[in-house]
């Protein structure tokens, strides 16, 4: 359970925090945001993570609201206020509140920073893990500067619910020419029928994945043969093994798509041994 959100410079009960009516973040999605996974109630590859908020504020010219250092010390107050072991810490940074114009005013804005932390279910996690998830394809229908973590998540949302109905636990998206780009809410693998390990390049379709790239540290660690290639969905459903990488699921199986089942319909050995590593590639915050 939230108890307690960093808003604005203020720790606030749950039910007390909120942001200005005419935030731009509300009204035009002109905000950016970071999931970081708490495990054993460190921040998982906090770096990594400051590193892209840093990229996207940049690329939207959204200033800082603060120092790096000093919005470590507030994910830690919060993780330690709600005290979460297991979960997903949550910080999002808008270009702030104004009476409501597409122009950015000039001068710029004071930005709006929230933070929140939330336990996670990780028996639940588990299960999910030995079981593996269907995935569900379907059109990308988002926009052209994927690789900025922006709240403009609605295409996500209509995807993963559609994904839902379908029975399916996450999206894989598909860009124009039937090839993967990535989960709604994660980045799409395959082990190919030599044995690699594919996904696709980053660039502006995808987000650049922390976990991805945390994953692409362990493969090398490991001696594992990977390629950044985009791959096709008829490549995908003859693939050896499938899975998703994200803050909220680490490395997580896929066992159908579209209701066809990958390889032999359980979750694959290769899969199954690097989520086993995953965390010992990773850096965990003190
Ligand atoms: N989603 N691709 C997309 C579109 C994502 O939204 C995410 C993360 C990822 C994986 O990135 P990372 O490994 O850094 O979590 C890829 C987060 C977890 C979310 O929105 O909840």
């Known amino acids: ?22 935030d731009r973040g509300f009204q035009f999605a002109d905000s950016i945001y970071e999931v970081c996974e708490i495990y054993g109630g460190r921040l998982v590859d906090e770096a990594r993570h400051m590193e892209r908020l840093e990229r996207s504020l940049g690329e939207l010219a959204i200033p800082m609201p603060m120092s790096r250092a000093a919005l470590g010390q ?30 950015i005013p000039a001068g710029g804005l004071k930005p709006t920073l929230v933070c929140l932390a939330r336990g996670l279910d990780g028996d639940k996690r588990e299960a999910r893990a030995n079981a593996g998830i269907s995935v569900s394809t379907m059109p990308d229908i988002r926009w052209g500067r994927c690789d900025i973590k922006t709240v403009m998540l ?28 990535e989960g709604a809410s994660s980045n799409a693998w395959i082990v190919d029928k030599t044995g690699t390990l594919v996904t696709r390049p980053t660039g502006n379709a995808i987000l650049p994945g922390v976990t991805r790239r945390t994953l692409l540290d362990l493969l090398i660690r490991e001696n ?21 990488t994200s803050a909220s699921g680490t490395v ?35």
Do not use: C
């Open 1 to 22: 359970m939230t108890r307690i959100v960093y808003v604005n410079g203020r720790y606030l009960p749950y039910g007390e925090a909120g942001v200005h009516v005419e």
């Open 74 to 103: 507030i994910m830690r107050q919060i993780v330690r206020r709600n005290r979460v072991a297991t979960g997903l810490l949550y910080l999002q940074v808008s270009r702030g509140s104004a009476p409501r114009d597409f122009s």
């Open 154 to 181: 609605l295409p996500a949302v209509l995807a993963k619910n559609e994904a839902a109905r379908d029975g399916s636990y996450e999206a894989w998206l598909v860009d124009a020419e039937g090839f993967v780009t």
């Open 224 to 244: 594992v043969p990977y390629s950044e290639r985009p791959f096709h969905v008829d490549e995908a459903r003859h693939a050896r093994e499938a899975f998703i």
């Open 252 to 286: 997580m199986p896929v066992v159908a798509i579209d209701g066809a089942p990958v390889g032999n319909g359980h979750p694959g050995q290769l899969t199954l041994r690097l989520r086993s590593k995953f965390h010992q590639a990773a850096k965990l915050s003190s």
